[in-house]
């Protein structure tokens, strides 16, 4: 088992942010192990006769993992007969690739002991080691990502499923699990592979079929399962050994670079 896998997920649309992010990656973030991308058949179809990205592949010892498609024709059938009155921004239907993220707990991963997954377009200012630690720190049975609601901290994630289009169904999910409590955003997520079992992929899937009441896609599903269900989650430390971690965007007068990377700048 190797110690170490850094994962982006990308399709065709998202292969520049992508190679930014990796680019940062080995060079500010100094990270020299195993990086993965998952993406999908159609994707690299589109890419037949690109020798650029061949040699962008080569030059950054980046894996190519392909994963077909989830099937999302259950859930994609029932919002279009009755869409969502709580719609973000009606990704449900316009960004369903997210939902390629689940593939981060099949199996296959568990040929690494330490998995951290980001998404394409992050920002890295600083070497990562410090996530390891943090990993290290905290223990191997956790899933360690950033809090939705940082800095409120509200105890209370029905925020990430429609409660008003399907009742019975967000009725089904209240008896299910507390919704009562902080929750996580999906942009990074950090943890040790022993979380994943043989059914944790398909348990996921699943789940995205009973309670398709999800606004943020695969993020709500992971809550469901990784801080419902089973008590994995930790929030990520904002603050780690006198430097700034991550967070969604720099806040509170502090620039981009004091962090060791963001999702989103703000000057």
């Not at 299910?176 to 902080?182: G, K, Q």
Request: charged share 25%.
């Amino acid at each position: 088992m190797e110690d170490k896998c850094v994962v982006l997920v990308s399709n065709f649309s998202y292969f520049d942010k992508t190679f930014k992010t990796i680019q940062e990656l080995r060079s500010i973030g100094s990270y020299s192990d195993t990086i993965v991308l998952i993406t999908d058949n159609s994707s690299i179809l589109e890419l037949t006769n690109n020798l650029l990205f061949y040699d962008f592949i080569k030059k950054y010892f980046v894996t190519l993992k392909i994963f077909e498609n989830i099937d999302l024709t259950n859930i994609l059938d029932k919002i279009k007969k009755k869409p969502f009155k709580q719609s973000i921004d009606g990704r449900e239907l316009t960004k369903t690739f997210q939902w390629h993220k689940i593939h981060l707990f099949d199996i296959y991963f568990k040929q690494w002991k330490n998995i951290f997954y980001m998404d394409s377009g992050m920002n890295i200012y600083k070497p990562i080691d410090p996530f390891w630690d943090i990993l290290k720190e905290y223990g191997h049975d956790v899933l360690i990502a950033h809090s939705d609601t940082y800095p409120q901290f509200k105890n209370n994630y029905k925020d990430q499923f429609d409660t008003e289009s399907y009742p019975v169904v967000y009725k089904e999910l209240e008896n299910l699990i507390d919704l009562t409590c902080d929750n996580f955003q999906s942009g990074i997520l950090l943890f040790n592979s022993n979380i994943i079992l043989e059914n944790t992929k398909n348990d996921l899937i699943c789940l995205s079929n009973k309670f398709h009441i999800s606004r943020t896609n695969e993020q709500g599903i992971m809550n469901i399962y990784f801080n419902g269900i089973y008590k994995y989650w930790e929030p990520l430390p904002i603050y780690w050994n006198n430097t700034f971690t991550y967070d969604y965007w720099n806040r509170d007068n502090c620039k981009p670079n004091d962090y060791i990377m963001i999702k989103y700048k703000r000057l």
